[in-house]
T-cell receptor
Framework: KAGVTQTPRYLIKTRGQQVTLSCSPI?????VSWYQQTPGQGLQFLFE???????NKGNFPGRFSGRQFSNSRSEMNVSTLELGDSALYLC????????????FGAGTRLSVL | DQQVKQNSPSLSVQEGRISILNCDYT??????FLWYKKYPAEGPTFLIS?????DKNEDGRFTVFLNKSAKHLSLHIVPSQPGDSAVYFC????????????FGKGITLSVRP
């Protein structure tokens, strides 16, 4: 069974640009969660999607948004990039959500210059 | 506010000895706890979990202990191996379909040969 796939693995953008990250969950998993990891910080929860609906949202500004498609694949978008958005963005999938084990992708390393 | 705290940023242990990684939480609604391990350039991988109805769960060399009254859990690795060197994250969730996983900042474990 294929794991969680995130593309691209690395991304370099400049301030003010926007970016879209992609996540393909494990087959059969309906829940996709996104996290931001910065140096010295844990994984900060961005949002969770389940059956194409945003079910939970973390404390991030509206520049961070996402969506989920009918095949459970998910995208995350960050508009008007800031230097502080440089981070590792991780996607995790699970069968139903937080009460199930979440399986993570390798992440997308975003650098904002 | 940091609801899941891993107060020690790093731990160094001799190969063959026991590694004890600690985690504290403040939210009394948390009833499910997990440990993840993360190597550089990879996503976190699930290690072991425990429900609040238990006080101990064991899987091979890994044992998690939960002390609900103290809002404290710990991960024991016995015996420690050099391949265990990684960042370990503690995570917690509360009941409810919309519950999310809340992560600590992680502990860097180094196992010396």
């Amino acid at each position: 069974k294929a794991g969680v796939t995130q593309t691209p693995r690395y991304l370099i953008k400049t301030r003010g640009q926007q970016v879209t990250l992609s996540c393909s969950p494990i087959s059969g998993h309906r829940s996709v969660s996104w996290y931001q990891q910065t140096p010295g910080q844990g994984l900060q929860f961005l949002f969770e999607y389940f059956s194409e609906t945003q079910r939970n949202k973390g404390n991030f500004p509206g520049r961070f948004s996402g969506r989920q498609f009918s095949n459970s694949r998910s995208e995350m978008n960050v508009s008007t990039l800031e230097l502080g958005d440089s981070a590792l963005y991780l996607c995790a999938s699970s069968l139903q959500g937080a009460k199930n084990i979440q399986y993570f992708g390798a992440g997308t390393r975003l650098s904002v210059l | 506010d940091q609801q899941v705290k891993q107060n020690s940023p790093s731990l160094s242990v001799q190969e063959g000895r026991i590694s004890i990684l600690n985690c504290d939480y403040t939210n009394s609604m948390f009833d499910y706890f997990l440990w993840y391990k993360k190597y550089p350039a990879e996503g976190p991988t699930f290690l072991i979990s425990i429900s609040s109805i238990k006080d101990k769960n064991e899987d091979g060399r890994f044992t998690v202990f939960l002390n609900k009254s103290a809002k404290h859990l710990s991960l024991h690795i016995v015996p420690s191996q050099p391949g265990d060197s990684a960042v370990y994250f503690c995570a917690a969730s509360a009941s409810g379909a919309n519950s999310k996983l809340t992560f600590g900042k992680g502990i860097t474990l180094s196992v010396r040969p």
